[in-house]
Protein backbone atom coordinates (compact mmCIF):
# COMPACT_ATOMS: atom_id res chain seq x y z
CA UNK A 1 0.00 0.00 0.00
CA UNK A 2 1.14 3.17 -0.89
CA UNK A 3 0.50 6.45 1.12
CA UNK A 4 1.41 10.14 0.78
CA UNK A 5 2.77 11.28 3.91
CA UNK A 6 3.20 14.78 5.22
CA UNK A 7 7.08 15.87 6.15
CA UNK A 8 5.07 17.92 8.95
CA UNK A 9 2.93 15.53 10.52
CA UNK A 10 4.92 11.96 9.57
CA UNK A 11 3.20 9.37 7.86
CA UNK A 12 -0.25 8.46 7.67
CA UNK A 13 -1.46 5.53 9.04
CA UNK A 14 -3.35 3.09 6.52
CA UNK A 15 -5.33 0.30 7.23
CA UNK A 16 -3.10 -2.58 6.46
CA UNK A 17 -0.99 -1.24 9.20
CA UNK A 18 -4.15 -0.50 11.49
CA UNK A 19 -4.32 -4.66 10.94
CA UNK A 20 -0.38 -4.93 11.55
CA UNK A 21 -0.32 -6.44 7.76
CA UNK A 22 3.01 -3.64 6.93
CA UNK A 23 3.53 -0.47 7.31
CA UNK A 24 2.57 2.05 4.68
CA UNK A 25 5.33 3.40 2.04
CA UNK A 26 5.26 7.19 0.97
CA UNK A 27 4.95 8.40 -2.17
CA UNK A 28 7.63 10.90 -1.15
CA UNK A 29 10.22 8.21 -1.75
CA UNK A 30 9.61 7.48 -4.89
CA UNK A 31 12.06 9.18 -7.51
CA UNK A 32 10.40 12.42 -9.21
CA UNK A 33 10.96 11.13 -12.74
CA UNK A 34 9.12 8.23 -12.41
CA UNK A 35 6.26 10.22 -9.76
CA UNK A 36 6.12 12.77 -13.07
CA UNK A 37 6.62 9.83 -15.78
CA UNK A 38 3.33 7.98 -13.76
CA UNK A 39 1.05 11.13 -13.89
CA UNK A 40 1.58 12.33 -17.42
CA UNK A 41 -0.55 9.47 -17.89
CA UNK A 42 -3.75 11.10 -16.63
CA UNK A 43 -5.95 12.78 -18.43
CA UNK A 44 -5.45 16.78 -18.85
CA UNK A 45 -9.14 17.58 -16.80
CA UNK A 46 -7.69 14.49 -13.63
CA UNK A 47 -3.88 16.31 -13.67
CA UNK A 48 -5.24 19.98 -13.17
CA UNK A 49 -7.83 18.55 -9.80
CA UNK A 50 -5.18 15.98 -8.57
CA UNK A 51 -2.61 19.92 -8.91
CA UNK A 52 -5.04 21.01 -6.21
CA UNK A 53 -5.65 18.80 -3.69
CA UNK A 54 -2.04 19.77 -2.36
CA UNK A 55 1.13 21.35 -2.13
CA UNK A 56 2.96 18.32 -3.26
CA UNK A 57 1.05 17.08 -5.83
CA UNK A 58 0.33 20.78 -6.88
CA UNK A 59 4.45 20.98 -8.00
CA UNK A 60 4.71 17.74 -8.90
CA UNK A 61 1.63 18.20 -11.32
CA UNK A 62 3.16 21.54 -12.58
CA UNK A 63 6.22 20.59 -13.36
CA UNK A 64 7.65 21.08 -17.29
CA UNK A 65 8.19 17.35 -17.67
CA UNK A 66 4.60 16.47 -16.83
CA UNK A 67 3.63 18.83 -19.49
CA UNK A 68 6.36 17.70 -21.69
CA UNK A 69 4.95 14.22 -22.44
CA UNK A 70 1.45 15.19 -22.46
CA UNK A 71 1.86 17.52 -25.01
CA UNK A 72 3.77 15.50 -27.07
CA UNK A 73 0.86 12.41 -26.58
CA UNK A 74 -1.60 15.32 -27.67
CA UNK A 75 0.27 16.57 -30.72
CA UNK A 76 2.89 14.04 -31.38
CA UNK A 77 4.28 15.61 -34.39
CA UNK A 78 4.84 19.38 -32.56
CA UNK A 79 8.27 19.58 -33.04
CA UNK A 80 8.09 23.54 -31.69
CA UNK A 81 7.08 23.98 -28.38
CA UNK A 82 6.89 27.57 -28.76
CA UNK A 83 8.38 30.26 -25.66
CA UNK A 84 7.55 31.81 -22.77
CA UNK A 85 7.79 31.22 -19.12
CA UNK A 86 6.09 27.42 -19.59
CA UNK A 87 6.23 26.53 -23.07
CA UNK A 88 5.68 23.12 -22.53
CA UNK A 89 2.33 23.71 -20.33
CA UNK A 90 1.33 26.44 -22.64
CA UNK A 91 1.42 24.01 -25.67
CA UNK A 92 -0.40 21.06 -24.22
CA UNK A 93 -3.19 23.30 -22.88
CA UNK A 94 -3.50 25.04 -26.18
CA UNK A 95 -3.92 21.61 -28.13
CA UNK A 96 -6.01 20.27 -25.36
CA UNK A 97 -8.49 23.56 -25.33
CA UNK A 98 -8.61 23.91 -29.22
CA UNK A 99 -12.21 23.57 -30.68
CA UNK A 100 -14.41 25.38 -33.25
CA UNK A 101 -18.16 24.39 -32.19
CA UNK A 102 -20.60 26.24 -34.53
CA UNK A 103 -25.05 25.89 -33.82
CA UNK A 104 -27.24 26.99 -36.88
CA UNK A 105 -30.01 29.27 -36.96
CA UNK A 106 -33.08 27.68 -37.29
CA UNK A 107 -34.46 24.14 -37.43
CA UNK A 108 -35.53 22.09 -35.07
CA UNK A 109 -31.95 20.79 -33.31
CA UNK A 110 -30.62 24.23 -31.20
CA UNK A 111 -27.45 22.56 -29.92
CA UNK A 112 -23.63 23.38 -30.30
CA UNK A 113 -21.91 21.15 -31.88
CA UNK A 114 -17.96 20.14 -32.36
CA UNK A 115 -16.56 20.70 -35.59
CA UNK A 116 -14.30 18.20 -37.53
CA UNK A 117 -10.90 20.04 -37.00
CA UNK A 118 -7.12 19.65 -38.11
CA UNK A 119 -5.39 17.55 -35.41
CA UNK A 120 -1.56 18.83 -36.32
CA UNK A 121 -2.96 22.90 -35.68
CA UNK A 122 -0.89 24.27 -32.48
CA UNK A 123 -3.85 25.87 -30.53
CA UNK A 124 -6.52 27.47 -32.53
CA UNK A 125 -5.61 31.29 -32.66
CA UNK A 126 -8.15 32.73 -35.38
CA UNK A 127 -10.77 31.45 -37.84
CA UNK A 128 -12.74 32.98 -40.47
CA UNK A 129 -15.71 31.43 -41.94
CA UNK A 130 -16.95 31.74 -46.02
CA UNK A 131 -19.70 30.70 -47.99
CA UNK A 132 -18.91 26.86 -47.89
CA UNK A 133 -15.34 26.78 -46.03
CA UNK A 134 -13.93 27.46 -43.24
CA UNK A 135 -10.36 28.87 -42.30
CA UNK A 136 -8.47 28.19 -39.24
CA UNK A 137 -4.72 30.02 -37.86
CA UNK A 138 -2.69 28.60 -35.42
CA UNK A 139 -0.43 29.60 -32.80
CA UNK A 140 2.70 28.85 -35.46
CA UNK A 141 1.11 30.83 -38.08
CA UNK A 142 0.17 27.29 -40.20
CA UNK A 143 -3.27 28.39 -41.79
CA UNK A 144 -5.70 25.81 -42.41
CA UNK A 145 -8.38 25.25 -44.94
CA UNK A 146 -11.06 23.03 -44.05
CA UNK A 147 -13.00 22.12 -47.49
CA UNK A 148 -17.00 21.66 -47.72
CA UNK A 149 -17.07 22.21 -44.15
CA UNK A 150 -20.92 22.96 -44.01
CA UNK A 151 -23.52 21.60 -46.01
CA UNK A 152 -27.40 22.32 -46.16
CA UNK A 153 -30.22 19.17 -45.31
CA UNK A 154 -33.77 19.91 -45.50
CA UNK A 155 -33.14 23.86 -45.23
CA UNK A 156 -30.55 22.84 -41.69
CA UNK A 157 -27.00 24.09 -41.96
CA UNK A 158 -24.73 20.56 -40.70
CA UNK A 159 -21.33 20.18 -40.33
CA UNK A 160 -20.00 17.76 -42.86
CA UNK A 161 -18.36 15.02 -40.65
CA UNK A 162 -16.42 13.84 -43.68
CA UNK A 163 -14.63 17.01 -44.59
CA UNK A 164 -11.37 17.29 -45.23
CA UNK A 165 -8.41 19.79 -44.25
CA UNK A 166 -5.76 20.73 -45.95
CA UNK A 167 -2.74 23.41 -45.69
CA UNK A 168 -3.38 26.66 -47.33
CA UNK A 169 0.24 28.20 -46.44
CA UNK A 170 2.78 28.45 -43.26
CA UNK A 171 4.08 31.61 -41.90
CA UNK A 172 1.12 33.14 -41.97
CA UNK A 173 0.77 36.16 -39.79
CA UNK A 174 -2.80 37.23 -39.88
CA UNK A 175 -5.41 37.01 -42.83
CA UNK A 176 -8.52 39.26 -43.50
CA UNK A 177 -11.43 38.74 -46.25
CA UNK A 178 -14.32 41.10 -47.21
CA UNK A 179 -15.78 42.59 -43.46
CA UNK A 180 -19.34 41.88 -44.31
CA UNK A 181 -21.28 39.70 -42.14
CA UNK A 182 -22.80 38.40 -45.30
CA UNK A 183 -20.49 35.19 -46.10
CA UNK A 184 -21.49 35.21 -50.20
CA UNK A 185 -19.13 37.79 -50.30
CA UNK A 186 -16.42 36.39 -48.90
CA UNK A 187 -14.86 35.42 -52.81
CA UNK A 188 -11.69 36.08 -51.71
CA UNK A 189 -9.01 35.31 -48.87
CA UNK A 190 -6.06 38.10 -48.20
CA UNK A 191 -3.23 36.75 -46.09
CA UNK A 192 -0.42 38.19 -44.66
CA UNK A 193 2.65 36.21 -44.22
CA UNK A 194 6.76 35.75 -44.47
CA UNK A 195 8.67 34.13 -46.85
CA UNK A 196 12.41 34.17 -47.55
CA UNK A 197 13.26 36.16 -50.63
CA UNK A 198 16.35 35.60 -52.53
CA UNK A 199 18.48 39.28 -52.43
CA UNK A 200 20.48 38.86 -55.45
CA UNK A 201 18.95 36.74 -58.65
CA UNK A 202 21.11 33.73 -59.33
CA UNK A 203 23.07 33.63 -55.32
CA UNK A 204 21.78 31.05 -52.90
CA UNK A 205 21.53 33.97 -50.05
CA UNK A 206 17.81 35.35 -48.81
CA UNK A 207 16.11 37.64 -46.63
CA UNK A 208 12.80 37.27 -45.10
CA UNK A 209 10.13 39.56 -46.69
CA UNK A 210 6.50 40.02 -45.51
CA UNK A 211 4.10 39.55 -48.47
CA UNK A 212 0.65 39.59 -49.02
CA UNK A 213 -1.20 36.16 -50.87
CA UNK A 214 -4.58 35.83 -52.29
CA UNK A 215 -6.24 33.11 -52.59
CA UNK A 216 -9.36 31.78 -54.06
CA UNK A 217 -11.64 30.97 -50.81
CA UNK A 218 -13.62 28.51 -53.44
CA UNK A 219 -10.57 26.34 -54.22
CA UNK A 220 -7.50 27.46 -51.78
CA UNK A 221 -5.71 28.52 -55.23
CA UNK A 222 -3.43 31.35 -55.03
CA UNK A 223 -3.99 34.01 -57.63
CA UNK A 224 -2.07 37.05 -56.62
CA UNK A 225 0.85 37.92 -54.21
CA UNK A 226 2.73 41.38 -53.32
CA UNK A 227 6.38 40.88 -51.86
CA UNK A 228 7.53 44.33 -50.00
CA UNK A 229 10.54 45.44 -49.11
CA UNK A 230 12.57 43.44 -45.87
CA UNK A 231 12.76 46.66 -43.98
CA UNK A 232 8.82 47.07 -43.39
CA UNK A 233 7.30 44.25 -40.83
CA UNK A 234 3.52 44.16 -40.93
CA UNK A 235 1.45 42.08 -37.85
CA UNK A 236 -1.81 42.92 -38.81
CA UNK A 237 -4.04 43.50 -42.14
CA UNK A 238 -7.85 44.03 -42.53
CA UNK A 239 -10.11 45.42 -45.79
CA UNK A 240 -12.46 48.46 -46.46
CA UNK A 241 -14.29 49.71 -49.25
CA UNK A 242 -16.06 48.01 -52.39
CA UNK A 243 -14.71 44.96 -54.30
CA UNK A 244 -13.32 47.51 -57.55
CA UNK A 245 -11.41 50.14 -54.90
CA UNK A 246 -10.83 47.36 -52.16
CA UNK A 247 -8.26 48.90 -49.34
CA UNK A 248 -5.88 46.72 -47.95
CA UNK A 249 -4.68 48.25 -44.79
CA UNK A 250 -1.51 47.43 -42.76
CA UNK A 251 -0.07 47.63 -39.43
CA UNK A 252 3.34 47.77 -38.81
CA UNK A 253 5.16 46.27 -35.91
CA UNK A 254 6.58 50.35 -35.32
CA UNK A 255 2.05 50.95 -34.80
CA UNK A 256 1.71 52.73 -38.24
CA UNK A 257 -0.67 52.17 -40.80
CA UNK A 258 -0.12 52.00 -44.35
CA UNK A 259 -2.34 51.36 -47.03
CA UNK A 260 -2.87 50.24 -50.83
CA UNK A 261 -5.50 49.20 -53.39
CA UNK A 262 -6.53 46.75 -55.41
CA UNK A 263 -9.26 45.68 -58.09
CA UNK A 264 -10.80 42.59 -56.91
CA UNK A 265 -12.45 42.14 -60.35
CA UNK A 266 -8.93 41.58 -61.96
CA UNK A 267 -7.19 39.03 -59.50
CA UNK A 268 -7.92 36.53 -61.63
CA UNK A 269 -6.64 37.95 -64.34
CA UNK A 270 -2.91 36.29 -65.14
CA UNK A 271 -0.81 39.87 -65.25
CA UNK A 272 1.46 41.63 -63.11
CA UNK A 273 1.04 45.02 -62.42
CA UNK A 274 2.63 47.57 -59.60
CA UNK A 275 0.24 48.71 -56.93
CA UNK A 276 1.40 52.16 -54.75
CA UNK A 277 1.95 51.46 -50.79
CA UNK A 278 0.98 54.65 -48.68
CA UNK A 279 1.12 55.73 -45.45
CA UNK A 280 -2.57 56.30 -44.24
CA UNK A 281 -3.58 59.88 -42.95
CA UNK A 282 -3.86 58.40 -39.41
CA UNK A 283 -0.21 58.24 -39.12
CA UNK A 284 0.49 61.18 -41.47
CA UNK A 285 -0.97 63.28 -39.77
CA UNK A 286 -0.72 61.92 -36.44
CA UNK A 287 2.58 61.04 -36.01
CA UNK A 288 2.98 60.70 -32.56
CA UNK A 289 0.46 57.96 -32.65
CA UNK A 290 1.11 54.15 -32.37
CA UNK A 291 -2.10 52.28 -33.12
CA UNK A 292 -2.02 48.56 -31.26
CA UNK A 293 -5.20 47.34 -33.25
CA UNK A 294 -7.74 48.00 -36.08
CA UNK A 295 -10.99 46.79 -37.11
CA UNK A 296 -12.79 47.82 -40.21
CA UNK A 297 -16.34 47.34 -41.81
CA UNK A 298 -17.04 47.77 -45.40
CA UNK A 299 -17.31 51.75 -44.84
CA UNK A 300 -15.55 52.19 -41.98
CA UNK A 301 -12.48 52.06 -40.37
CA UNK A 302 -11.57 51.80 -35.94
CA UNK A 303 -8.07 52.23 -34.59
CA UNK A 304 -7.23 51.93 -31.13
CA UNK A 305 -3.45 53.01 -30.20
CA UNK A 306 -1.51 51.57 -27.26
CA UNK A 307 -2.84 54.38 -25.35
CA UNK A 308 -5.92 53.20 -25.13
CA UNK A 309 -7.37 56.31 -27.39
CA UNK A 310 -9.94 55.56 -30.25
CA UNK A 311 -9.89 57.37 -34.09
CA UNK A 312 -12.65 56.70 -36.57
CA UNK A 313 -12.59 56.63 -40.43
CA UNK A 314 -16.14 56.88 -41.70
CA UNK A 315 -16.31 56.56 -45.73
CA UNK A 316 -19.90 57.08 -46.41
CA UNK A 317 -22.78 59.89 -45.17
CA UNK A 318 -24.89 57.06 -44.06
CA UNK A 319 -22.84 55.33 -41.76
CA UNK A 320 -21.79 58.66 -40.24
CA UNK A 321 -25.23 59.89 -39.50
CA UNK A 322 -26.15 56.52 -37.92
CA UNK A 323 -23.14 56.84 -36.20
CA UNK A 324 -22.85 60.47 -34.73
CA UNK A 325 -26.57 61.26 -35.47
CA UNK A 326 -25.66 63.80 -37.44
CA UNK A 327 -23.36 65.06 -40.89
CA UNK A 328 -21.74 68.44 -39.55
CA UNK A 329 -18.24 67.37 -39.41
CA UNK A 330 -18.48 64.49 -42.69
CA UNK A 331 -16.39 65.92 -45.10
CA UNK A 332 -17.04 63.83 -48.57
CA UNK A 333 -13.70 65.22 -50.02
CA UNK A 334 -11.21 63.92 -47.07
CA UNK A 335 -12.90 60.73 -45.79
CA UNK A 336 -9.49 59.21 -44.33
CA UNK A 337 -9.57 62.07 -41.88
CA UNK A 338 -9.46 60.30 -38.61
CA UNK A 339 -12.15 61.19 -35.97
CA UNK A 340 -11.44 60.94 -32.30
CA UNK A 341 -13.91 59.67 -29.71
CA UNK A 342 -14.03 61.38 -26.21
CA UNK A 343 -13.83 58.13 -24.12
CA UNK A 344 -13.20 58.58 -20.16
CA UNK A 345 -10.81 55.91 -19.70
CA UNK A 346 -8.30 53.51 -22.17
CA UNK A 347 -10.00 51.41 -23.82
CA UNK A 348 -9.17 47.93 -24.08
CA UNK A 349 -10.56 46.35 -27.48
CA UNK A 350 -13.35 47.02 -29.81
CA UNK A 351 -15.88 45.62 -31.66
CA UNK A 352 -17.15 47.11 -34.98
CA UNK A 353 -20.66 46.28 -36.73
CA UNK A 354 -22.63 47.90 -40.17
CA UNK A 355 -23.74 50.90 -38.23
CA UNK A 356 -22.99 50.77 -34.32
CA UNK A 357 -19.74 50.12 -32.27
CA UNK A 358 -18.82 48.59 -28.99
CA UNK A 359 -16.20 49.34 -26.83
CA UNK A 360 -14.64 47.74 -23.64
CA UNK A 361 -12.56 50.17 -21.37
CA UNK A 362 -9.49 49.42 -18.73
CA UNK A 363 -12.15 48.71 -15.93
CA UNK A 364 -14.72 46.40 -18.09
CA UNK A 365 -17.17 48.51 -18.69
CA UNK A 366 -18.93 48.64 -22.13
CA UNK A 367 -19.48 51.28 -24.26
CA UNK A 368 -22.14 51.55 -27.24
CA UNK A 369 -22.74 53.65 -29.97
CA UNK A 370 -24.58 54.17 -33.61
CA UNK A 371 -27.81 53.19 -35.04
CA UNK A 372 -30.12 51.36 -32.27
CA UNK A 373 -33.40 50.95 -34.37
CA UNK A 374 -33.67 46.69 -33.37
CA UNK A 375 -32.11 47.45 -30.24
CA UNK A 376 -28.67 46.20 -31.08
CA UNK A 377 -27.03 48.60 -28.34
CA UNK A 378 -28.02 47.06 -25.72
CA UNK A 379 -29.15 49.98 -24.01
CA UNK A 380 -33.19 48.90 -22.97
CA UNK A 381 -34.54 51.14 -25.32
CA UNK A 382 -34.36 51.97 -29.49
CA UNK A 383 -33.21 55.52 -29.45
CA UNK A 384 -29.95 56.22 -31.28
CA UNK A 385 -26.68 56.92 -29.51
CA UNK A 386 -24.28 59.66 -31.14
CA UNK A 387 -21.98 59.21 -28.52
CA UNK A 388 -20.53 56.57 -26.36
CA UNK A 389 -22.87 55.57 -23.77
CA UNK A 390 -22.39 52.59 -20.71
CA UNK A 391 -24.10 49.48 -20.90
CA UNK A 392 -23.99 49.78 -17.02
CA UNK A 393 -25.28 46.15 -16.01
CA UNK A 394 -22.67 44.50 -18.17
CA UNK A 395 -19.05 44.02 -17.24
CA UNK A 396 -15.94 42.44 -17.85
CA UNK A 397 -16.35 40.95 -20.83
CA UNK A 398 -14.24 38.16 -22.89
CA UNK A 399 -15.11 39.45 -26.14
CA UNK A 400 -17.50 41.27 -27.91
CA UNK A 401 -18.96 41.14 -31.21
CA UNK A 402 -21.39 43.55 -33.40
CA UNK A 403 -22.89 42.24 -36.30
CA UNK A 404 -25.75 43.69 -38.98
CA UNK A 405 -28.21 44.83 -36.35
CA UNK A 406 -27.42 42.52 -33.24
CA UNK A 407 -24.84 42.16 -30.84
CA UNK A 408 -23.06 39.35 -28.83
CA UNK A 409 -21.17 39.27 -25.53
CA UNK A 410 -19.33 36.31 -23.98
CA UNK A 411 -18.84 36.43 -20.66
CA UNK A 412 -17.76 35.07 -17.58
CA UNK A 413 -20.94 33.72 -15.39
CA UNK A 414 -18.86 31.90 -12.74
CA UNK A 415 -15.18 30.48 -12.39
CA UNK A 416 -16.06 27.43 -14.30
CA UNK A 417 -18.56 28.44 -16.99
CA UNK A 418 -19.72 31.24 -19.40
CA UNK A 419 -22.75 32.66 -20.82
CA UNK A 420 -23.19 34.05 -24.16
CA UNK A 421 -25.35 37.15 -24.01
CA UNK A 422 -27.07 39.43 -27.09
CA UNK A 423 -29.64 41.72 -28.01
CA UNK A 424 -31.09 43.45 -31.26
CA UNK A 425 -32.80 41.64 -33.62
CA UNK A 426 -33.78 37.91 -33.42
CA UNK A 427 -35.34 37.54 -37.11
CA UNK A 428 -33.76 34.21 -38.35
CA UNK A 429 -32.93 32.70 -34.68
CA UNK A 430 -29.72 34.61 -34.77
CA UNK A 431 -30.83 35.33 -30.72
CA UNK A 432 -31.34 31.78 -29.88
CA UNK A 433 -34.54 32.13 -27.59
CA UNK A 434 -35.50 35.31 -28.56
CA UNK A 435 -37.21 35.02 -31.54
CA UNK A 436 -38.91 38.98 -31.13
CA UNK A 437 -35.44 40.44 -30.44
CA UNK A 438 -34.24 42.19 -26.93
CA UNK A 439 -33.46 45.76 -26.47
CA UNK A 440 -31.17 44.82 -23.82
CA UNK A 441 -28.74 42.09 -23.85
CA UNK A 442 -29.87 38.38 -22.51
CA UNK A 443 -28.88 35.42 -21.89
CA UNK A 444 -29.19 33.27 -25.20
CA UNK A 445 -29.88 29.81 -25.25
CA UNK A 446 -26.63 28.59 -26.06
CA UNK A 447 -24.11 25.87 -23.61
CA UNK A 448 -21.08 27.47 -24.20
CA UNK A 449 -17.35 25.80 -23.85
CA UNK A 450 -15.72 26.13 -20.95
CA UNK A 451 -12.72 27.92 -22.80
CA UNK A 452 -14.54 29.74 -25.36
CA UNK A 453 -12.53 33.02 -26.46
CA UNK A 454 -13.93 34.14 -29.69
CA UNK A 455 -16.90 34.52 -31.46
CA UNK A 456 -18.55 35.47 -35.02
CA UNK A 457 -21.79 35.03 -35.95
CA UNK A 458 -23.36 34.76 -40.05
CA UNK A 459 -26.78 34.60 -41.73
CA UNK A 460 -26.82 30.48 -40.95
CA UNK A 461 -24.80 29.83 -37.93
CA UNK A 462 -23.15 31.04 -35.00
CA UNK A 463 -19.27 29.92 -34.44
CA UNK A 464 -17.57 29.87 -31.19
CA UNK A 465 -13.24 29.54 -30.54
CA UNK A 466 -12.48 27.36 -27.87
CA UNK A 467 -8.44 27.84 -26.72
CA UNK A 468 -6.95 28.96 -23.81
CA UNK A 469 -3.57 30.80 -23.24
CA UNK A 470 -1.95 30.65 -20.09
CA UNK A 471 0.04 34.08 -21.08
CA UNK A 472 -2.95 36.14 -22.46
CA UNK A 473 -5.25 37.77 -19.29
CA UNK A 474 -7.37 40.64 -20.10
CA UNK A 475 -5.68 43.09 -17.89
CA UNK A 476 -8.94 44.78 -16.17
CA UNK A 477 -8.37 47.06 -13.20
CA UNK A 478 -11.06 47.58 -10.30
CA UNK A 479 -12.82 50.96 -10.50
CA UNK A 480 -11.71 53.74 -8.17
CA UNK A 481 -14.25 54.18 -5.95
CA UNK A 482 -14.32 58.13 -6.78
CA UNK A 483 -15.31 57.28 -10.42
CA UNK A 484 -18.22 54.90 -9.71
CA UNK A 485 -21.09 56.22 -11.53
CA UNK A 486 -24.62 55.60 -9.99
CA UNK A 487 -23.84 55.18 -6.64
CA UNK A 488 -26.38 57.69 -4.36
CA UNK A 489 -24.61 61.00 -2.86
CA UNK A 490 -25.99 62.45 0.16
CA UNK A 491 -27.12 66.19 -1.16
CA UNK A 492 -25.63 69.31 0.30
CA UNK A 493 -29.24 70.72 1.32
CA UNK A 494 -31.23 67.84 3.04
CA UNK A 495 -29.00 64.85 2.85
CA UNK A 496 -31.53 63.08 0.51
CA UNK A 497 -30.00 60.61 -2.42
CA UNK A 498 -29.51 61.71 -5.28
CA UNK A 499 -30.59 59.76 -8.46
CA UNK A 500 -28.03 60.68 -11.21
CA UNK A 501 -30.00 57.97 -14.08
CA UNK A 502 -33.33 59.17 -13.64
CA UNK A 503 -33.62 55.52 -11.79
CA UNK A 504 -37.52 56.69 -9.92
CA UNK A 505 -38.54 58.23 -13.18
CA UNK A 506 -38.06 54.97 -14.96
CA UNK A 507 -39.76 52.84 -12.42
CA UNK A 508 -42.55 55.30 -12.22
CA UNK A 509 -43.43 54.90 -15.92
CA UNK A 510 -42.99 51.38 -15.85
CA UNK A 511 -45.62 51.11 -13.18
CA UNK A 512 -47.88 53.61 -15.22
CA UNK A 513 -47.24 51.16 -18.20
CA UNK A 514 -48.41 47.74 -16.20
CA UNK A 515 -51.43 50.37 -15.01
CA UNK A 516 -52.45 50.56 -18.79
CA UNK A 517 -53.09 46.82 -18.88
CA UNK A 518 -56.30 45.56 -18.49
CA UNK A 519 -55.54 41.32 -17.96
CA UNK A 520 -53.28 39.89 -15.19
CA UNK A 521 -51.86 38.09 -18.22
CA UNK A 522 -51.11 40.94 -20.16
CA UNK A 523 -49.81 42.89 -16.83
CA UNK A 524 -47.36 39.70 -16.74
CA UNK A 525 -46.47 39.94 -20.02
CA UNK A 526 -45.45 43.80 -20.19
CA UNK A 527 -43.22 43.03 -16.44
CA UNK A 528 -41.37 40.42 -18.67
CA UNK A 529 -40.87 43.07 -21.22
CA UNK A 530 -39.82 45.29 -18.20
CA UNK A 531 -37.46 42.68 -16.80
CA UNK A 532 -35.48 42.98 -19.96
CA UNK A 533 -35.34 46.50 -20.01
CA UNK A 534 -33.67 47.22 -16.72
CA UNK A 535 -29.99 47.11 -15.99
CA UNK A 536 -29.74 43.84 -14.20
CA UNK A 537 -27.53 41.28 -14.07
CA UNK A 538 -28.08 38.18 -16.36
CA UNK A 539 -28.64 35.71 -13.41
CA UNK A 540 -31.03 38.36 -11.65
CA UNK A 541 -33.19 38.33 -14.86
CA UNK A 542 -33.42 35.02 -15.33
CA UNK A 543 -34.82 35.24 -11.97
CA UNK A 544 -37.96 37.48 -12.53
CA UNK A 545 -38.50 35.56 -16.00
CA UNK A 546 -38.93 32.50 -13.60
CA UNK A 547 -40.57 33.90 -10.94
CA UNK A 548 -43.27 35.03 -13.53
CA UNK A 549 -43.60 32.13 -14.92
CA UNK A 550 -44.06 30.32 -12.26
CA UNK A 551 -47.01 33.28 -11.37
CA UNK A 552 -48.53 32.81 -14.82
CA UNK A 553 -48.61 28.95 -13.82
CA UNK A 554 -50.57 29.12 -10.69
CA UNK A 555 -53.28 31.77 -12.61
CA UNK A 556 -53.98 29.19 -15.55
CA UNK A 557 -52.00 31.38 -17.94
CA UNK A 558 -49.34 28.25 -19.45
CA UNK A 559 -46.87 30.65 -20.11
CA UNK A 560 -43.34 28.47 -20.55
CA UNK A 561 -40.12 29.34 -18.83
CA UNK A 562 -38.12 31.90 -20.72
CA UNK A 563 -38.16 35.35 -22.38
CA UNK A 564 -40.93 37.59 -23.07
CA UNK A 565 -43.64 36.69 -25.72
CA UNK A 566 -43.31 40.44 -27.52
CA UNK A 567 -41.13 43.12 -27.65
CA UNK A 568 -42.20 46.77 -28.18
Same mark, same amino acid.
Given at each position: ?????????? !???????????????????????????????????????????? $??????????????????????????????????????????????????? /??? $????????????????????????????????????????????????????????????????????????????? $?????????????????????????????????????????????????????????????????????????????????????????????????????????????????????????????????????????????????????????????????????????????????????????????????????????????????? $????????????????????????????????????????????????????? !??????????????????????????????????????????????????????????????????????????????????? /??????????????????????????????? !??????
Amino acid at each position: MVKRSCPSCG !PELGVEEKKGKGNPISIQLFPPELVEHIISFLPVRDLVALGQTC $RYFHEVCDAEGVWRRICRRLSPRLRDQGSGVRPWKRAAILNYTKGLYFQAF /GGR $RRCLSKSVAPLLAHGYRRFLPTKDHVFILDYVGTLFFLKNALVSTLGQMQWKRACRYVVLCRGAKDFASDPRCDTVY $RKYLYVLATREQQEVVGTTSSRACDCVEVYLQSSGQRVFKMTFHHSMTFKQIVLVGQETQRALLLLTEEGKIYSLVVNETQLDQPRSYTVQLALRKVSHYLPHLRVACMTSNQSSTLYVTDQGEVYFEVHTPGVYRDLFGTLQAFDPLDQQMPLALSLPAKILFCALGYNHLGLVDEFGRIFMQGNNRYGQLGTGDKMDRGEPTQVRYLQ $RPITLWCGLNHSLVLSQSSEFSKELLGCGCGAGGRLPGWPKGSASFVKLQVKV !PLCACALCATRECLYILSSHDIEQHTPYRDLPASRVVGIPEPSLGTGAPQDPGGTAQACEEYLSQIHSCHTLQDRMEKMKEIV /GWMPLMAAQKDFFWEALDMLQKAEGGGGGVG !PPASET
